[in-house]
């Protein structure tokens, strides 16, 4: 089939290799306008875009996805499918009509669930212990077109957005190219999703990845997980806001199998060991993985906390307490 793939981040990448190296021809890409992006927040072309251009693609960049410019194109360059993965706006019923055989939709949860822009993170967030992928025909309703395709994905115990979003698209790249090879073939059928079992999946902002330490730790420690690497969890120390990584459950100050007493800490209350730095939680304590102070470079907590006058305890967003 002749195919225009619309996708816009690094995710994207992943699936329109794959496409490019399969029975289809991939006429064109359409991915999201130049935007900023790195630390310097330089005006760049999306991931999309640099390896579409790479690969000799025509590269559209509508600023909607109804501008008559863009509609009058993709109809010149008449696919007979548009594949979808993570393009980041919604298409008219103008665009979709245009390909006979639809818009497909690479979506990275198992359908109905955790339709919308953060499945991925709303899986970990809310402890689902499998996840996985669907390609659907999209409609105008969000997420909610017949699926022709699903995986599954166990939600590793120490996974991050950004682990599990990594092998959810090259597991979900191959799931697409299969879907697609079925609809030219005629021997895939799209089925309505069910009813039941209908969760959505809104994008985290910033203030998302503020840690609540009031919370249980089981659920700071998804939280954490969730929001790595976007949109990034933090806290703050005497006003200062501090990244934070992944965390963990283990709170032993050295390695080895003997057991510890788990210390008596508030929430939020830090206390500072020789090899790690413990943050209290509403349940027990958490072990701080990496932490990244304004201006200075990420490092172990324990490296970090040593500019904090190591055995004392720290109270984020109030004042050292020696101990």
């Known amino acids: 089939m002749r195919l225009v793939f619309a996708g816009t981040p690094e995710t994207a990448v992943t699936a329109l290799d794959a496409l490019l190296t399969s029975r289809h021809e991939v006429a064109a890409v359409v991915t999201r306008p130049d935007a900023p992006a790195g630390r310097g927040r330089k005006v760049e072309p999306s991931p999309v875009a640099q390896r579409a251009a790479a690969a000799g693609l025509e590269v559209l960049t509508p600023a909607r996805a109804r501008d008559p410019e863009f509609l009058d194109r993709l109809r010149a360059i008449g696919p007979d499918c548009c594949p979808v993965t993570a393009y980041g706006a919604l ?56 699926v022709y395709g699903v995986l599954t994905e166990p939600v590793r115990a120490d996974d991050t957005t950004g682990t599990l979003l990594a092998r959810l698209a090259r597991s979900g790249a191959g799931l697409l190219v299969a879907t697609l090879d079925g609809i030219e073939d005629g021997t895939l059928q799209a089925v309505p999703q069910p009813a039941e079992g209908v969760s959505f999946a809104p994008k985290l902002n910033p203030d998302d990845g503020r840690v609540d330490w009031k919370l249980p730790a089981h659920v700071v420690d998804r939280q954490i997980r969730a929001c790595t690497p976007d949109p990034g969890a933090w806290t703050e120390l005497d006003g200062l806001r501090l990244k934070l990584g992944p965390v963990s459950l283990d709170v032993r100050d050295q390695p080895g199998p003997d057991p510890v007493a788990v210390p008596d800490l508030a929430p939020g209350e830090l206390l500072v060991g020789r090899h790690a730095v413990l943050a209290g939680t509403g349940s027990r304590p958490v072990r701080l993985g990496d932490v990244q102070a304004p201006g200075k470079r990420r490092m172990t907590a324990p490296d970090w906390a040593r500019g904090l006058r190591s055995g004392g305890t720290v109270v984020p967003g109030g004042t050292v307490r020696l101990g």
């Open 91 to 146: 298409l008219p019923q103008a665009a979709l009509d245009i390909p006979p055989r639809g818009w497909v939709n690479l979506h990275f949860s198992i359908l109905p669930a955790w339709r919308g822009a953060a499945p991925v993170q709303h899986a970990i967030l809310h402890g689902d212990d499998v996840t996985g992928a669907s390609t659907f025909d999209i409609v105008k309703e969000l997420d909610a077109g017949p």
